[in-house]
Structure formats: C-alpha cells, structure tokens
C-alpha cells in the first residue's frame, strides 16, 4: 500500500449546504500534501472527516487503510493533527498540557514523561515548559500545539493553517519543522492561505473550491500544465480573481 490517506466520494452536508462534496484523492506515503481554496472551500471539513472528529455524509476514508468509521480508534493512533484553532489549557504549562493530552491517548507515564520532554526540547520550549501557555505568544503556543499532535508518534500529521497568524521567525521554524517531519518519513497534509508556503513544501496540490477538487496532482506537473511559474498563478487562474464575499450560514467564531 502506497498511500497514507485514501478518500472516495467524500461529502459532507450541514443542513443544505453541501461543504464537501464528492472528493477523491490519494496522499502518498512520505509526501507534503497541500490542500488550498478560498475561505469556506471544504478544507477544514474535509480534514475533519478524515481525523475522525466528523462523520462523512457519504463515502469513505482510510489512513493507512484504516476505515475512518469502522475503524476510528486505529485511525486516531496513527494521526496527530494540529488544528485550526489553539486547544490549550491557558492556566496550565506546557508540561501540564501534554500530560493531560497524553493521558487521553492511554500513554504510559514514564513514557509520556520522557516524550513530553524529548518533544519540549524538539519544539524550544524547554527553558519556559513551567510557565503557563497563556502568557505565551501565539508562535510558542502554535509550538505547544503541534507538540501535542506528535505525543503518540503518528505516521500522518494533519496541520490545518499552521502559520496563520504567526511572526516571520514562527513562520519560518513551522516550515522548517514539517520539513523535518518529511525528512523522518512522516506523511503531512498541510492547508494554508499562504501561496508561497504551499509552493515551497508541498509534493502534490489540491485545489479545492465550493466543496469540490478543482484540480489535483504534483506541484510542477501542476505548474506545466497552466504554464505558470507559481502556485499562486495555477491558483488564481482555476479559482478566479474576484472578491469572495460571501455570508456565511453560521456564526464565525474564529479569533473573535
Ligand atoms: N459545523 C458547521 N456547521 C455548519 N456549517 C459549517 C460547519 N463547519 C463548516 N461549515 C460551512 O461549511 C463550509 C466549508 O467550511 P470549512 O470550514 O470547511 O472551509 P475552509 O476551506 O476550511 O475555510 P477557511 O479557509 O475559512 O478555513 C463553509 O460554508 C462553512 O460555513
Ligand atoms: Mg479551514
């Protein structure tokens, strides 16, 4: 089996609105999967019925072969994801955090003990892990995150919009960090805003737009095929230029 994460005919339906409708694609083992679309796209559902947290309407999904909802248990060892919005206890530190996700995972303590520091170290943050995260800057917080999606070791991490909102210095050790995880075999699927962040890491694209892969397949085959020098061109020419506006059915709550 060559692919990491395997969906057929994914669709999603909140009430009416089809947020996910009928998307197919194959992650190869190894590889930076970048998914990008304007606001409102599918991306973060599309993602969330692949970590298990949603249920599809309809079709299927696998991680490593796993059925994502026959088996969903197996799914949430193998995936560690770092999602759109910062779940993190505020009062507590860095260490009291991974402990407590770690103990969600079932691990051992004195494994936990020893991962939690491994990780601190990994992710910079040793020097401050008895401080508590909520007098922490959005980048050390981010760090704290994606600390958290790798306490049990997955093979697939999920990163949903990793550097948004970050500093160019958090930015950059973000980037150079999924790089790293590549490097170790890790598969990543990555959603970003940021065209350049997508162009330098990503293997393979997936442009999505009202639910649906517009177009799909490795970066410069991409790039030949529009006849562009960028991501951001290809991006542009399949989603167009124009302003999207739109009023959403629901309440957004992010970041206010
Ligand atoms: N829980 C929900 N209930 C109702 N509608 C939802 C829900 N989650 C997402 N939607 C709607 O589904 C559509 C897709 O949203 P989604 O968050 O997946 O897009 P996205 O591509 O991640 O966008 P963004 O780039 O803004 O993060 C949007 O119209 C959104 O308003
Ligand atoms: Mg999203």
């Given at each position: 089996?060559?692919?990491?994460?395997?969906?057929?005919?994914?669709?999603?339906?909140?009430?009416?609105?089809?947020?996910?409708?009928?998307?197919?694609f194959?992650v190869?083992?190894?590889e930076i999967f970048g998914l990008v679309g304007?606001?409102?796209?599918?991306k973060?559902?599309?993602?969330?019925?692949?970590?298990?947290?949603?249920?599809?309407?309809?079709?299927?999904?696998?991680?490593?072969?796993?059925?994502?909802?026959?088996?969903?248990?197996?799914?949430?060892?193998?995936?560690?994801?770092?999602?759109?919005?910062?779940?993190?206890?505020?009062?507590?530190?860095?260490?009291?955090?991974?402990?407590?996700?770690?103990?969600?995972?079932?691990?051992?303590?004195?494994?936990?003990?020893?991962?939690?520091?491994?990780?601190?170290?990994?992710?910079?943050?040793?020097?401050?892990?008895?401080?508590?995260?909520?007098?922490?800057?959005?980048?050390?917080?981010?760090?704290?995150?994606?600390?958290?999606?790798?306490?049990?070791?997955?093979?697939?991490?999920i990163l949903?919009e990793?550097?948004?909102?970050?500093?160019?210095?958090?930015?950059?050790?973000?980037r150079?960090?999924i790089?790293?995880?590549k490097?170790?075999?890790?598969?990543i699927i990555l959603t970003s805003h940021d065209m350049y962040e997508i162009d330098e890491l990503s293997d393979t694209v997936a442009i999505m737009?009202?639910?649906?892969?517009?177009e799909i397949g490795r970066k410069?085959?991409l790039?030949?095929?529009?006849?562009?020098?960028?991501i951001?061109?290809v991006f542009?020419?399949?989603?167009?230029?124009?302003?999207?506006?739109?009023?959403?059915?629901?309440?957004?709550?992010?970041?206010?």
């Open positions: 089996m060559n692919y990491a994460v395997e969906a057929e005919k994914l669709t999603k339906y909140f009430g009416n609105l089809i947020a996910v409708d009928n998307v197919s194959k190869r083992k190894g304007p606001n409102g796209a599918g973060s559902t599309l993602i969330r019925m692949i970590c298990t947290v949603l249920r599809p309407s309809s079709g299927r999904a696998y991680v490593e072969g796993y059925d994502v909802i026959k088996h969903a248990q197996e799914v949430r060892k193998l995936i560690g994801v770092v999602q759109e919005k910062l779940i993190l206890y505020a009062p507590l530190t860095p260490v009291e955090n991974l402990e407590f996700f770690g103990k969600l995972y079932d691990l051992d303590s004195k494994v936990l003990k020893e991962r939690i520091k491994e990780l601190l170290e990994e992710v910079k943050l040793l020097a401050v892990k008895d401080k508590p995260v909520g007098t922490f800057s959005t980048g050390m917080r981010q760090r704290v995150n994606i600390a958290r999606a790798l306490l049990h070791d997955p093979k697939v991490v949903d990793p550097t948004n909102g970050l500093d160019p210095q958090s930015v950059r050790w973000v150079d960090y790089l790293n995880l490097n170790k075999g890790l598969t737009d009202k639910g649906k892969i517009l410069e085959e790039k030949a095929k529009y006849n562009a020098s960028k951001e061109d542009l020419e399949l989603t167009g230029r124009e302003l999207r506006d739109e009023i959403s059915g629901r309440l957004k709550r992010r970041g206010w």
